[in-house]
């Protein structure tokens, strides 16, 4: 049993009757299944017996009672997802591979972020990259706002659709990001946080606006080296321990700097940081 879908131009497959089935119940997949096209990779079921030894530990997180650990192992990567008082659930790939596998505890709210941490792994070496982000669109073009969680970038892309007609919402936690042939596309995903946000369709991406609380509404320009401290910690954090993963993050961020304008908004909750943001990116 196996299905098909298609994200950020990337097709992949899922196969094995346990996977289909958890996968086609995930809000947000339904929409970006296709059929009759050649996937790039495979998610696959494995085997508790086969999952690869630990060499290194590369990141450690939490969320919400989730203990998580990113893992280099001899010949690839290792993602493991523990909640208290269940069984874990493991990911593992080998370095260069086009099959992901997954074992253990198939509880939605692991194996979806393990398909994230999977696809990520996959499409890297494609140029791709998910930013944690807000994405709006806006006449034909795409604007990511950044900033750490709680700073207010879903507050902000809402006041852009109440105060600048024509804005709507792309994704709301994960959209992809993706370099193609010289140009930087913003697509939606499967993946969109606590927002059920959802739209198979892609956009250039005209801006990034690092996103900041304040008294007053105030808008600037970033240089090269401030835009890539706003932007890299908004990539995925599992990625920036490993030699080669990083390497290939830096160079996708690299192709962004280079296209694409970045700017600071220090801001209020309220409709006029809205529109200053909207005039100083599209004029």
Known sequence: MNRKYQIAGHCFEVSGERIC???AHIDGFRLFEVENQEG???FREGEWADVPEVVSVQYIFEYEDVKGCFIRTADGYRLSLKPADEEAFEMW???GSKEVFFAGNWSVRLYRFAMWVGFGLMTLPSETIAVHSSCIVYKDKAVLFLGESGTGKSTHTRLWREHIPGAVLLNDD???IRIEEGKVWAYGSAWSGKTPC???ERYELKACVRLSQAPSNEIRKLSVLQA???LHPSCAPEFAYDNALYDQVSRIISGILSSVPFYHLACLPDKEAAILSCKTIFG
Do not use: L
């Open 21 to 23: 089935e958890a996968v």
């Open 40 to 42: 790039d990779f495979v």
């Open 93 to 95: 790939c080998r370095q």
């Open 174 to 176: 994960s959209p992809m």
């Open 198 to 200: 959802y739209k198979n």
């Open 228 to 230: 890539y401290g706003a």
